[in-house]
Nanobody, 124 residues
Framework: QVQLVESGGGLVQAGGSLRLSCAAS????????MGWYRQAPGKQRELVARIPSVGTTNYADSVKGRFTISRDNAKNTVYLQMNSLKPEDTAVYYC??????????????????WGQGTQVTVSS
């Protein structure tokens, strides 16, 4: 059973930094794109950053130059380094990954998986 587990959220002052981690576990054949989304109260969930298995990363305009997404394929883990945090970054951050699981030795079609979310609160 494939599962995404997030960690690293918390309370930080404006201008501070946090590093989010999301580790995928289970019988995984391949992890394709991975990304981070966030949802603030009263707002729609939005893409923060995305990193494909091959290719360039992309970021929401609001976080460009401040956030960095990376991945460690050997650990099936994606990270989000958040610097120069602002109060408007306050949200629940969700990890997402397009994963092809393995069942009885055979790969299955890829689909999206979500982490449980981790709260990031930036105080002014």
């Amino acid at each position: 059973q494939v599962q995404l587990v997030e960690s690293g959220g918390g309370l930080v002052q404006a201008g501070g930094s946090l590093r989010l981690s999301c580790a995928a576990s289970g019988t995984i054949f391949r992890i394709n794109a991975m990304g981070w989304y966030r949802q603030a109260p009263g707002k729609q969930r939005e893409l923060v950053a995305r990193i494909p298995s091959v290719g360039t990363t992309n970021y929401a305009d609001s976080v460009k130059g401040r956030f960095t997404i990376s991945r460690d394929n050997a650990k099936n883990t994606v990270y989000l380094q958040m610097n120069s945090l602002k109060p408007e970054d306050t949200a629940v951050y969700y990890c997402n990954a397009d994963i092809s699981p393995t069942e009885r030795g055979f790969p299955k079609p890829g689909r999206g998986y979500w982490g449980q979310g981790t709260q990031v609160t930036v105080s002014s």
